[in-house]
């Protein structure tokens, strides 16, 4: 895609998702996905190759639903950290996205 707005407007209608002012804030690049995370502290998983989502749930929900501010994932891919706005940060895992 030439604009990241396109890749989550895909994710958006996948998705179902009713917000149409997604603004992405933070992004990781983990076991072959794309983790994007925006403004009102959701968290979206993409295929890293077709920048699509894949089977399992792509619309994750941050602890607190604050900005994502940072995002990493752990050295062996097992554990993406999302930091937001107010100083919390939510661990997902990557396997099972709890």
Known sequence: AEDISQVVLKQEKK??????????????????????????GLVYVLNADSLL??????DLKTNNSFTV???????????VAVGDSKGYITF?????RA
């Open 15 to 40: 998705a179902m998702v009713k917000d149409d002012n997604i603004e992405i804030s933070g992004m990781t690049v983990c076991n072959g996905q794309v983790w994007l995370g925006d403004k009102n």
């Open 53 to 58: 989502p894949g089977d399992e749930p792509t």
């Open 69 to 79: 501010t940072t995002m990493a994932s752990s050295l062996d891919g097992s554990t």
């Open 92 to 96: 997902f895992d990557t396997s099972s």
